[in-house]
């Protein structure tokens, strides 16, 4: 067997790696900001329920306490740079649509804009916030759900040069890499 290792449980969040890094786009008294973040997962499918860890003194979450609401935009390997700055600079440092050329684009059901150059968005409404560690547990209700059409089905069809964001560490990142199906039974059908 490989030698196993015991790592600094400060590592938790690299080695489960949840799920593909997005921006949370939210606004206050007419100001957009958006932050990058990888720290979030699904909490339930009725209602549909999502949470996201967010460290106490981000502008993001300021901004969400207050209006009560967020957006996140999935986006894809060819806005891994922008999508890289707007997890290292504050949107209280600078305006962060203009330095990386993201733009805003109007939701349905919250105020706040999504960002139009992602490939899926949700829209919530904030349920409730928790102190949980160094960083708050935000519940979001989700009120609305979109996707690219050539990229999601019922599920993430992959292609080349649209890869989703994964977060290794620092600077670091991946794509989603190839898919797998497993068939447990060679006559079953494919789904
Ligand atoms: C890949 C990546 C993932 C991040 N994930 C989170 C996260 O889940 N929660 C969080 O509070 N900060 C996270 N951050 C840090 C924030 O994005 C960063 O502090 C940002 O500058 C906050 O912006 P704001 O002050 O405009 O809200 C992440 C940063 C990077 C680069």
Redesign the pocket.
Known sequence: MANRRELDRRLLGRVLEPSP?VLVTSIYRGQP?M??????TTLGNDPARLGL???PG????EFISRSEAFGLSVMSLDQLDAV?R???????DEDKFATTGLLGMDATEIEAPLIEQGVAWVECGLVSRFSVSD?DLFVGEVLAVSAIDELFSDRWRIQEGSELIH?IAGAEYTGLGKPYTVRLNPEDDEE
């Open positions: 890094v900001n932050m990058t973040a990888a720290w979030l860890a967010i460290m981000r502008l993001t979450h890289h707007c997890g290292t600079v504050s949107g209280r960083h977060h």
